[in-house]
């Protein structure tokens, strides 16, 4: 089993930066798939990052350019640096991870709030 604990979201006004964490119960952010989901109220769920083993990303283009996905291995920790925000990024925004595929997250965070607003 393995443990996702997010972190650092909150109230930001429109323009501004924020960067999320995730600290893993234990190393696997170098041998595992890693992705940062969000769900806005009334909204269908939507997978913004993906960062797989070996480096590689992925965006969606509503926030490609702004967002950045990355990892500390020696941290266990990963972060999504969400930059030039706008009111349409409020969300909860969900810390994910997979052994084996990048669609079927088996492990889940319990989510930080992400506000948007002036």
């Known amino acids: 089993q393995v443990q996702l604990v997010e972190s650092g979201g909150g109230l930001v006004q429109p323009g501004g930066s924020l960067r999320l964490s995730c600290a893993a119960s234990?190393?696997?952010?170098?041998?595992?798939?890693v992705g940062w989901y969000r769900q806005a109220p009334g909204k269908q769920r939507e997978l913004v990052a993906v960062l797989t083993s070996g480096g590689h990303t992925n965006y969606a283009d509503a926030v490609k350019g702004r967002f950045a996905i990355s990892r500390d291995n020696a941290k266990n920790t990963v972060y999504l640096q969400m930059t030039s925000l706008r009111p349409e990024d409020t969300a909860v925004y969900y810390c994910?991870?997979?052994?084996?595929?990048?669609?079927?997250?088996?492990?889940w965070g319990q989510g930080t709030q992400v506000t948007v607003s002036s």
């Open positions: 994910v991870a997979d052994p084996l595929s990048p669609t079927t997250w088996v492990y």
């Open positions: 234990r190393s696997i952010f170098s041998i595992y798939f």
